[in-house]
């Protein structure tokens, strides 16, 4: 797949994401991670969470408040690593995600700069 092209799946995790950032509603947001997924964070004191319980929880104690915008992707196989910026801010990161079918099975987010949101 293209560096530039973000894959379907990808595209509807960061537009749920960025839909539950508006809304500010994240109740049904841990059902897109398998029941047993793990969630880590990388630049932040946030996590690791495992489980969708635990990752529910994370998003329910600790909600992101800013949406973010992929700038880069690259797919292989069941992974997707995006660059991402934050909107409001414009810190930027990566996120890597492992599917499970049409289910997240692992999230890390990473963080290059200071003053990130939390969960992606």
């Given at each position: ?66 949406t973010l915008t992929v700038s880069r992707a690259i797919s292989s196989g069941d992974v997707d690593e995006l660059w991402f910026a934050w909107d409001g801010s414009r ?30």
């Amino acid at each position: 797949m293209s560096s530039d092209q973000i894959s379907e799946r990808a595209d509807r995790h960061v537009a749920a994401f960025n839909h539950c950032v508006r809304s500010g509603d994240w109740t049904d947001f841990a059902g897109r991670f398998t029941p047993d997924a793990t969630m880590r964070f990388v630049g932040v004191p946030v996590g690791p969470f495992t489980g969708r319980e635990a990752i529910s929880a994370g998003y329910a104690s600790q909600p992101p408040s800013d949406t973010l915008t992929v700038s880069r992707a690259i797919s292989s196989g069941d992974v997707d690593e995006l660059w991402f910026a934050w909107d409001g801010s414009r810190d930027t990161g990566t996120m890597t995600l492992r599917w499970s079918r049409d289910l997240i099975a692992e999230l890390t987010v990473s963080f290059n700069s200071p003053g990130a949101d939390t969960p992606a």
